[in-house]
């Protein structure tokens, strides 16, 4: 039996969720380097290009007032994000 199709698909999928995983860190550390809190992997989504936090009130409203600044660095470590919500 030829087995090179599911060596194929089994490949795909796992460079889909490392990229996923590098995608999410750049987004923790563009979170972190303004805030100096880390945000587990968890509590962060991405949908049409606007992060989605899920966090505390106090944590949210200080990622909130750097919100462009953050943005920005997230970015430069090549993920685009337009908005955080």
């Given at each position: 039996m030829?087995?090179n199709?599911?060596?194929s698909?089994l490949?795909k999928?796992?460079n889909?969720l490392k990229?996923s995983?590098?995608k999410?860190d750049a987004?923790?550390?563009g979170?972190?380097?303004?805030t100096?809190?880390?945000?587990?992997?968890?509590n962060?989504s991405?949908?049409?290009?606007?992060l989605?936090?899920k966090e505390?009130?106090?944590?949210k409203n200080?990622?909130?007032i750097?919100k462009?600044?953050?943005?920005?660095?997230?970015k430069?470590?090549?993920?685009?994000v337009?908005?955080?919500?």
């Open positions: 030829d087995y199709h599911i060596t698909f490949s999928i796992t889909t990229s995983d590098l999410y987004i923790q550390d979170i972190f380097r303004y100096n809190k880390k945000i587990p992997k968890n962060l991405i949908k049409s290009g606007v989605i936090i505390s009130p106090t944590l200080e990622i909130f750097k462009n600044k953050i943005i920005e660095e997230i430069k470590n090549g993920v685009d337009l908005d955080i919500k």
